[in-house]
């Protein structure tokens, strides 16, 4: 796993950026911004949608960096659950407003194809997410993990989805988190 | 709670994905200092981040632009306002060692000024929120527009709506466009492949033998999916035609490219 890149600590820069100094937060976003855009880009796909989404988690962070708080974990982990969050309401939104008339345009057409299918939690287990270290988890652990992190599920939506009881979602949460650590544990040498 | 119901519940939480009485008892652990709450979320979150440092990709740097300007232009108070407190209180310590009076003046000016900085690093706060909130309402006046518009479409008896069908660049396409000639329209079309880059779909309107007028430019996501809001044509009455083709991003005043899908109205 990589290294936050910033030459100064995440938390001090928060800290910082809540005062209102820009050197800060132009540091920060130029640590952040590409761990934040990633993930923003597998949930939404689009480029442009995804850019606008970047910058409104950005922004958000610019007038509320004084709400992040330490002893509810670390500033990537803030910031990612922040991009994630942000990305999930996005394509909810653009969904919305499609899914009246993509919905008749699809009537009759496409046999077969998932009804499902303007779901955010389904696109996002149907899209390639498998990369990477997520790759290397034994299905059910993967699609747990993807229907929380992708597609903005919570662990009894998950659990109605795949037709599980919630204990087994929770279950099957902690052991992939557990494996997916000790497969990024493993590759560390390697890491960039 | 035993060790593993927290960690499971570290585990939901470091995924976003606990229920709501979940996340409640969950932080109730943090704020209290639970060990095992704190060092299980502190390891799944490092592992989430890890998982979004595999995806890291580069936005461009019109984002970062962007966002520059946007501060500049609208938060870029906080940090001039902020700053004299530090300086007042050097004032007022640099001040004990001399005479009484310079004593008070610079305790009363110090003071003075840190309620100024206080207040106007607050204010600047408070505006920045404001700000925030109007853009959000502005926001939701426009899609609340754009619905209230989609509706009016639906509604009127006058509106037509025109199937398109895929053509030999992409049979499986298919479209839809919901068409009222004084409001304008609604394009949907499914099934087509995405636009290789610097390309972009562009709608036809064609009225009669009359040459085909732009009525927009369009992309489609992964799913071959699209959409495009489309103005009334000034000028046209009738159309009798839609076509899409493929066309450079910005699109053209005459279509150059291959027809994708074609209906009659």
């Not at chain 2, 229920?19 to 109730?28: K, Q, S, T």
């Not at chain 2, 998982?51 to 940090?79: C, F, K, N, Q, T």
């Not at chain 2, 925030?132 to 527009?145: K, Q």
């Amino acid at each position: 796993m990589s290294e936050p890149r910033a030459s100064v600590p995440a938390a001090d820069l928060l800290a910082r950026i809540a005062r209102g100094d820009h050197e800060a937060f132009r540091e920060f976003y130029d640590a952040y911004a590409s761990l934040a855009f990633g993930l923003i880009r597998r949930i939404l796909r689009d480029r442009e949608a995804a850019e606008e989404v970047l910058q409104e988690v950005f922004w958000q962070i610019w007038c509320d960096a004084a709400a992040f708080d330490p002893r509810r974990g670390g500033p990537e982990a803030w910031l990612v659950m922040r991009a994630k969050t942000r990305a999930i309401d996005k394509l909810r939104s653009i969904r919305r407003r499609e899914q009246t008339f993509v919905a008749s345009v699809d009537e009759g057409a496409a046999p077969g194809a998932d009804p499902r299918a303007d779901d955010p939690a389904v696109a996002a287990a149907d899209r390639t997410l498998v990369e990477g270290a997520l790759a290397r988890l034994p299905d059910p652990q993967r699609r747990v993990i993807e229907l929380a992190f992708f597609g903005g599920l919570t662990q009894s939506e998950i659990a109605a989805r795949l037709r599980e009881p919630i204990g087994t979602v929770k279950t099957r949460a902690r052991l992939g988190l557990e494996r997916l650590r000790g497969i990024l544990a493993d590759r560390e040498p390697t890491a960039r | 709670m035993n060790r593993d119901e927290i960690m499971e519940l570290a585990a939901g939480y470091a995924l976003g994905s606990l229920e709501r009485a979940d996340r409640v008892r969950f932080e109730a652990l943090l704020e209290a200092g639970d060990p095992a709450a704190v060092a299980g979320l502190r390891e799944f979150q490092s592992t989430v981040v890890a998982v979004a440092e595999d995806v890291r990709e580069a936005p461009s740097a019109d984002v970062r632009r962007a966002l520059m300007a946007r501060i500049a232009a609208e938060g870029g108070d906080a940090e001039r306002v902020m700053r004299p407190a530090p300086a007042a209180v050097t004032a007022l310590r640099t001040a004990r060692s001399s005479r009484i009076w310079p004593v008070i003046w610079a305790g009363a000016m110090a003071a003075g000024l840190a309620a100024i900085a206080v207040g106007l690093g607050v204010s600047a706060s408070y505006e920045r929120r404001i700000a925030e909130l109007s853009r959000e309402a502005g926001a939701l006046r426009e899609e609340l527009g754009r619905q209230q518009s989609v509706v009016a479409i639906l509604r009127d008896p006058a509106t037509q709506v025109v199937g398109l069908a895929g053509q030999s660049a992409s049979p499986e396409a298919r479209a839809r466009m919901l068409w009222h000639a004084t409001a304008g329209g609604i394009f949907v079309a499914a099934g087509l492949p995405p636009a290789p880059p610097g390309k972009a779909y562009q709608l036809w309107a064609i009225a009669g033998q009359n040459p085909p007028v732009s009525a927009g430019v369009f992309t489609v996501d992964a799913r071959g999916t699209g959409s495009l809001h489309v103005p009334p044509l000034p000028g046209i009455a009738r159309v009798d035609v839609f076509a899409v083709t493929l066309e450079p991003a910005g699109g053209l005043p005459a279509p150059s490219g291959a027809m994708y899908l074609v209906g009659k109205a």
